[in-house]
């Protein structure tokens, strides 16, 4: 399974959880579930062809592959977890969560957690600058 094959037509986010594979939907689920739960007033939609979530910017994204889960935080949101990222597989802006793995929820409830105050002080400061 390649993630431009299930994106390429998925018009949702339930679309594209939809055309994975059993076990990969159920961990994408409840990483749907997890950061909807984080951040309940972000906005769910389809961005770059996979599930994103935006609360004054961008927050997250999330997506399938073969052999892994990935989690788009953004470097910050890489950079603050580093310590407990160090299990996982991560570039500057992305960490992979090998499939058939324990998934780490309360982890990503915090980092989604921690995009969205970010996202609300940058907007907050902007705010003020005007």
Same mark, same amino acid.
């Given at each position: ?23 990969? $939907? ?5 990483? $749907? ?10 906005? #769910? ?38 310590? #407990? ?46």
């Amino acid at each position: 399974m390649k993630r431009g094959k299930a994106s390429a037509v998925a018009a949702s986010v339930g679309a594209y959880i939809a055309g994975l594979p059993p076990e990969v $939907r159920a961990v994408l689920r409840k990483m $749907r579930a997890t950061s909807r739960k984080a951040a309940p007033e972000a906005e #769910e939609r389809i961005s770059w062809g996979m599930p994103a979530y935006a609360l004054d910017g961008m927050l997250t994204f999330l997506a399938a592959f073969e052999k892994h889960v990935s989690l788009f935080p953004g470097p910050d949101g890489i950079e603050k977890f580093k310590k #407990e990222l160090a299990p996982y597989e991560t570039s500057k802006g992305t960490v992979r969560f090998p499939l058939g793995t324990p998934m780490p929820y309360g982890l990503i409830t915090r980092i989604v957690k921690f995009r969205a105050k970010e996202n609300r002080a940058r907007a907050e400061a902007k705010r003020k600058t005007k």
